[in-house]
């Protein structure tokens, strides 16, 4: 969980999220301060002297009463007037509420009103006693508080508010979808595939973008385009002069300038051919040339070229074959890559040739005990030109294009390629095709 939070934490419909939440909860806090406030108010209000008509008026209550009390009387009273009454003698124990917690036993005196009436306080209450033929009254102003429609209408208002709330982020998340799929396309264009184009399916800021987006991926497939035909052509016309001078080189007398001049050329040649390959492959219109091999049976028949090899080579080849739809020309430059690569760089140690099968795919697997790659020229080796060595000699390889015509190949035949290397430890190149 600890590795997807930054991402979260980036995400804009995460902070979207965050606003309208941040935006509920202030609303929340806002109505619960506000209720608070009121409450405040009303306990002030509790707290401030009775009015003079209530005090006035206190002797017409208990009067309407009446001595001995008339209880059907005193709870009209005390619901009409908004009071909480309270009758006690040693007979009587009444009271008007039920559901008020006043207790008259931990009354306090404040103050006299008249020969019979006084002031107490319990709490933050204030209570008056009115003491007349051997009864006790108690005179005590209810709370304002709220009714059922009120709060009624309080639950209603909050839900109403919060349902605009986040329907308001829904709609919000339903404009910024065309984010994600501008990121996709991102992604599938920087993959590579400049034929993707985002869908415009907006008229603002956004499907203006995603046209600009597109108009990008238009120009970068144009560019790349007419690079590649201008390298094919240029491949193409070198060809001419490059058989020439191995014409030329033909009627030279033997010797070291002759031998050297002849690497040089077919190294020229090799080169030129790469280019070619990679360019025809790396096309969407390029197409494989395939027939039905024994696959185990064709690696072994080219591994034989390589026995010479001082460090020997190993191959081990699964006992049952299968037969595989490919292209052999291909795939034997992809081996022949390889295996220079693992002999190249294997110090004279043993080279093996793995070949296994699963249910779907076939496993070449070529490993060497060499020098290794460190794994910060390891992301980069299957780009075209990149080289660990930038010395570029005969003894360190060629132009860098081997592994990037290898992983070419594989993926034109709807495979992959995995390059596992320590640095002292060597190297394990995996190619995986798929059966059928």
Known sequence: MKFRLPKVTESLYFRLFLIFSGTVIFFLITITLSLRQ???????????????????????????????????????????????IIIRSP???????????????????????SEDAEMLAVGSEQVIRVARGGYEYFLNR????????????????????????????????????PVGRLRQGAEKICEGDLSYRVEVARKDELGELTESINHMADSLQSMLEAKRQLLLAISHELRTPVTRAKLQLEFMDEGDLKEALSEDINEIDLLISDLIEAERLSTQHSALTSDDVDFAD?????????????????????????????????????????????????RNRPVVVHVEF??????????????????????????????????????????GLGLYLCNLIAEAHGGRMLIDSRPGEGTRVSIYLPIH
């Open 298 to 346: 064709y690696i072994g028949m080219l591994s034989e070229q390589y026995r010479e090899y001082e460090g020997g080579l190993v191959v081990e080849l699964p006992d049952d074959d299968r037969a595989m739809h490919i292209d052999k020309l291909r795939i034997r430059l992809l081996f022949a890559n390889i295996v220079n690569n693992a002999m190249r760089h294997g």
């Open 142 to 177: 209810k709370s304002p508080s709220l009714s059922d429609f009120d709060y009624l209408v309080l639950y209603i208002g909050l839900g109403f508010a919060i349902v605009i709330l986040f329907s308001n982020y829904l709609l919000v998340r339903r404009l910024m979808d």
């Open 358 to 399: 699963s249910d779907n795919e076939a496993l070449l697997q070529v490993s060497d005990s060499g020098e290794g790659i460190s794994a910060e020229h390891l992301k980069h080796v299957k780009e075209p030109f990149y080289r660990v060595d930038n010395s570029r000699t005969r003894n360190t390889g060629g132009f």
């Open 91 to 113: 007979y009587i124990n009444w009271q008007s509420d039920d559901q008020s917690d006043l207790d008259i036993s931990a009354a306090e005196f404040v103050r006299r009103l």
């Open 38 to 84: 009121i409450d405040e108010n009303w306990r002030r209000e509790r707290l401030n002297p009775l009015p003079v008509f209530y005090l006035d008026n206190v002797r017409l209550i208990i009067d309407a009463i009446g001595i001995p009390p008339n209880m059907e009387r005193a709870e009209q009273l005390a619901e009409d007037l908004s009071l909480t």
